[in-house]
């Protein structure tokens, strides 16, 4: 029995590792950092997340990133939900570390992709895709546009350093 329990409590510690978004601390889930991202931004801009495994995200998720889904275990997107602004977080868990520099790639894609379409559209926000960054930590790959672009940065990085608290 007693072998039998232990067993479980590793599987389910083996699961846990696999599903969080890592980097020097593995259980912290992408859906956390965006909302820490929230929590630190003015009042009336990224206001609305989805996440990993909600109906909305996961129909999205390929128009938005291009990479493809099965290639993923966890992500989450932060935004305005008024529209109208380049304001965007998005934290991607990537299955495999070999992964990674894809999801690299397409995310500094999507800057490009949305840069072209401000630039006609309003071209006021461009100045948050021209200072967008992709960033990566373990196997998370984050894409940062907003006005303070380092202090998320600093932000999504403490929170998969530190984990949950």
Known sequence: ???KAAFILALILTISVFTACGGSND???CVDIVKACKDITPEGSFDEWYSY???AYDENFSNLYGVQYDMVDDGAILQTAAGGTADEVSVL???KNADVSIAQSKLQDRIAERTSKFSGYKPEEVYKLDNARVIVQGNCVCL???DD???IETEIRRVISEGNQ
Do not use: L, T, Y
């Open 27 to 29: 259980n912290v889930k």
């Open 1 to 3: 029995m007693k072998k």
């Open 53 to 55: 495994g909600e109906e």
């Open 144 to 146: 940062i546009a907003a």
């Open 93 to 95: 868990h990537m299955k």
């Open 149 to 151: 672009p380092d202090c």
